[in-house]
């Protein structure tokens, strides 16, 4: 039996809330981070923002709160968050510039391809478990480098270069299959 989902095209939902409440944590961390350089504090924020990230996506589901708003709002929070916080770490590792470019480079790609495969194809497909593991590894990399102040810069290398890593997968795999949806659909017109 399907439920039909009344919050499809709202914007105002609990989700939506959470995400935004993620957005307006942005200046609070860097704050923490560049201003106050209290690191403890930044890492509790970060955590805060993954929470609030991983419950509103729970209450999306559980709730059958999921709105189109919510799906290009959510992601952008997250990669948002992910972008400042990797600008902050900059600051005392430049090596950070590479996962940082390497975001950009992948967003602004899979984020063009997406919309084109969105209006070839009119259906918006959600994130695929190579983009979850990205994040994943993003934040546990982000948040070591806040917890872990004097990383030896050989361990710090080895968690860039596999957090590249899996973000250049990503970026291949997202990159295929919007490529994949809009050749195939412009040979179905």
């Known amino acids: 039996m399907l439920i039909e989902n009344k919050y499809k095209n709202k914007i105002l939902t609990i989700p939506n809330v959470l995400s935004l409440f993620r957005l307006c ?10 201003i106050r350089e209290d690191y403890f504090w930044t890492l509790m924020i970060l955590i805060l923002s993954g929470i ?9 589901r559980k709730c059958n709160m999921i709105s189109d708003f919510g799906n290009a709002f959510d992601p952008i929070a997250d990669k948002l968050t992910q972008a400042a916080m990797l600008c902050c770490l900059v600051v005392r590792f430049q090596h950070m510039m590479i996962p940082l470019v390497m975001l950009v480079i992948k967003e602004v790609f899979t984020g063009i391809t997406a919309l084109i495969s969105i209006k070839k194809t ?8 190579h983009g979850k593991l990205t994040t994943v590894s993003l934040y546990l990399m982000m948040g070591i480098h806040l917890f872990w102040f004097n990383v030896p810069l050989s361990v710090s290398l080895i968690m860039v270069g596999t957090c590249v890593g899996i973000m250049l997968m990503s970026f ?5 299959r919007n490529i994949r949806a809009i050749k195939y659909k412009s040979f179905d017109a």
């Open 25 to 34: 944590l942005i200046p609070v961390i860097v704050w923490l981070y560049i």
């Open 172 to 176: 291949i795999m997202y990159s295929l």
């Open 122 to 129: 009119d259906t918006v497909k959600g994130a695929d478990w």
């Open 52 to 60: 609030t990230d991983i419950v509103d996506g729970i209450i999306a």
